[in-house]
């Protein structure tokens, strides 16, 4: 499967001479680092592309409350328990900037949430896999939060100014996700042997899915090259996901854990990290809703909208009343 999308599935790039002249001078925009803002010009596919990118983007970040909101009723103390409401409702107010931004590109609310439910619009495929012990907690935050920055800081810089902005706030709470869930786990780390297994445990589970959290690999994205080239990607899939492995074996040293890849070794000539072989089987089946957790999530994000019908039909109704009291 991994070998045909590589052969089928990457897109070709337009040459210089197949561009009209307004893609040209759009081009010439972003190669000189301007900003794109939604009344300028842009060509039809970086709209989709940006429309794609931001609205699954958001929706991972909703998807993405639903793991870690199974344990808020099960903090081991009620600091963790305010840490961890504190940051789900910081993962929905990112959905809710994320949505507001690809608004701006002319794509309405209702047809983004009706197409992640309707199964056509993808989340993150991390937000797949479940949260089997408290431990689960603190990994998330750790390394998916971890690779969810690595990912984001570069975005702060894309070419398009309303996802660039929203990812300014975004990066700031994000970075207090990763140290919260850091700390959590150095408390179960520094605990009983029991705690450390449990630890442990998390991190073999959440280790691959993370690193598959980058995307394909860069010769099998079908994206890639002409999101680079309108500058919506700073770096590559492969590049963003090196330097997350980079920064994150030190960490689990401190931590006393070990990282399950027996592949895992600093290479001195390349001056990186290393690293086995990612199971892209696994990636492309979970994308395609056969994942542990796929069906569950969105069951509870379809049920969470029927059910939240009314508090919208009141609200508006709520607003229609006060216009028309106003215009009276
Ligand atoms: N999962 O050609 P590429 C978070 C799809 S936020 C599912 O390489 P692209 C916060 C891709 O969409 C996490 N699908 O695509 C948090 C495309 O399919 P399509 C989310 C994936 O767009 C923490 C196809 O594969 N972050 O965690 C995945 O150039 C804790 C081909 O791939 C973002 O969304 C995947 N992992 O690069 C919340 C960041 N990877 O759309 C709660 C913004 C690839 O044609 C708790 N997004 N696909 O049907 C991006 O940077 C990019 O979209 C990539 C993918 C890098 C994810």
């Keep these: 499967m991994y070998a045909q999308m590589v052969k089928t599935g990457v897109k070709a790039l337009k040459s210089e001479a197949e561009m009209s002249d307004a893609e040209r001078a759009f081009q010439a925009r972003i190669d000189a680092d301007l900003r794109i803002e939604p009344r300028d010009w842009m060509p039809d596919d970086y709209r989709r592309t940006l429309i794609r990118q931001i609205s699954q983007h958001a929706h991972s970040e909703v998807v993405g409350m639903l793991p870690e909101g199974n344990w808020v009723t099960r903090a081991p103390s009620l600091k963790r328990k305010a840490i961890l409401l504190a940051k789900i409702q910081d993962e929905g107010g990112h959905g809710l900037y994320l949505y507001s931004a690809a608004e701006t590109l002319g794509i309405t609310r209702d047809q983004m949430i009706e197409a992640l ?23 998330i935050g750790w390394l998916v939060d971890g690779a969810a920055i690595m990912n984001q800081i570069p975005l702060q810089r894309c070419s398009y100014g309303p996802y660039a902005r929203a990812m300014v706030r975004i990066c700031k709470e994000e970075s207090f996700h990763m140290r919260q869930g850091y700390d959590s786990l150095l408390a179960l780390c520094r605990g009983t042997s029991e705690q450390k297994r449990m630890a442990q445990d998390a991190l073999d589970r959440w280790w691959w899915p993370s690193l598959m959290m980058f995307g394909p690999p860069d010769d099998a994205s079908v994206h890639s090259a002409q999101s680079m080239r309108w500058k919506i990607k700073i770096f590559s899939n492969d590049e963003l996901r090196q330097r997350f492995v980079d920064q994150t074996v030190p960490q689990a040293e401190i931590l006393g854990l070990t990282l399950p890849d027996p592949d895992l070794r600093w290479n001195e000539a390349r001056g990186h990290y290393d690293f086995g072989a990612i199971d892209w089987e696994e990636f492309y ?21 029927e059910e939240g019908r009314w508090v919208r039909d009141a609200a508006l109704a709520c607003a229609e009343k006060q216009v028309r009291r106003q215009a009276s």
Excluded: M
Excluded at 119 to 135: D, E, H, Q, R, V
Excluded at 285 to 305: D, F, I, M
């Design 117 to 139: 439910h309707s199964g056509k619009a993808k989340y993150s495929s991390i937000f797949n896999y479940p949260t089997l012990t408290w431990a689960d907690i603190g990994t």
């Design 285 to 305: 089946r979970v994308l395609k809703g056969g994942g542990p957790c796929n069906r569950e999530r969105l069951q509870a994000r379809t049920s969470a909208w």
